[in-house]
């Protein structure tokens, strides 16, 4: 079953990448896409050309945004409620390991990965296997992340680092978003 649900999320990248960029294109984007994953909430919306590697290993929440071009790989993943990933983004819960001294047919090694509520990765962060991230984070664009992430956090650089905590009300003022 692991490989047809691989060869349906190609398909579906394929044959949904005229669909509009937002509204009901990228609605419809995470209701097909939704129906492959291990888990989904309500609500999912992928951006065109977003790759799920292993869809029945993704778990994703309620009102889960997935932008363009974002790549989720292999091993278990999990992406709580709220999250938003930003364009070109990597997540990957799995390592390849060596074998006489090469990757090439080394084998992998799993470590799952977990995205905690309301976090926000910023364009081209690179989530590694093993990370947790904590709730209401910000992950600075262009971050690689390689260790855990505690709650409230604003992080960015190679590799990741706390810069500062998160205003976790700063938009209480503001209107709501459209959901």
């Given at each position: 079953?692991s490989?047809?649900?691989?060869?349906?999320?190609?398909?579906?990248?394929?044959?949904?990448?005229?669909?509009?960029?937002?509204?009901?294109?990228?609605?419809?984007?995470?209701?097909?896409?939704?129906?492959?994953?291990?888990?989904?909430?309500?609500?999912?919306?992928?951006?065109?050309?977003?790759?799920?590697?292993?869809?029945?290993?993704?778990?994703v929440?309620?009102?889960?945004?997935?932008?363009?071009?974002?790549?989720?790989?292999?091993?278990?993943?999990?992406?709580?409620?709220?999250?938003?990933?930003?364009?070109?983004?990597?997540?990957?819960?799995?390592n390849?390991?060596?074998r006489?001294?090469?990757?090439?047919?080394?084998?992998?090694?799993?470590?799952?990965?977990?995205?905690?509520?309301?976090?926000?990765?910023?364009?081209?962060?690179?989530v590694?296997?093993?990370?947790?991230?904590?709730?209401?984070?910000?992950?600075?664009?262009?971050?690689?992340?390689?260790?855990?992430?505690?709650?409230?956090?604003?992080?960015?650089?190679?590799?990741?680092?706390?810069?500062?905590?998160?205003?976790?009300?700063?938009?209480?003022?503001?209107?709501?978003?459209?959901?």
């Amino acid at each position: 079953m692991s490989n047809r649900k691989k060869m349906l999320s190609g398909w579906i990248r394929v044959f949904t990448s005229p669909l509009p960029t937002y509204g009901w294109g990228i609605a419809l984007r995470g209701k097909l896409m939704g129906m492959l994953l291990k888990a989904s909430g309500k609500n999912l919306k992928l951006a065109p050309a977003v790759h799920v590697y292993n869809p029945g290993r993704l778990s994703v929440g309620h009102h889960v945004y997935i932008g363009f071009n974002t790549y989720i790989g292999d091993g278990d993943i999990t992406l709580d409620d709220e999250v938003v990933l930003g364009p070109f983004c990597s997540i990957t819960g799995g390592n390849h390991l060596y074998r006489e001294g090469s990757v090439r047919f080394g084998g992998y090694e799993y470590k799952p990965v977990h995205i905690g509520k309301g976090t926000w990765l910023g364009s081209h962060v690179s989530v590694l296997a093993g990370v947790t991230i904590g709730k209401g984070c910000l992950i600075a664009s262009g971050a690689v992340v390689t260790k855990d992430v505690p709650d409230g956090m604003i992080v960015g650089g190679v590799p990741a680092k706390i810069i500062k905590e998160n205003d976790l009300n700063s938009g209480a003022d503001k209107g709501n978003q459209e959901s």
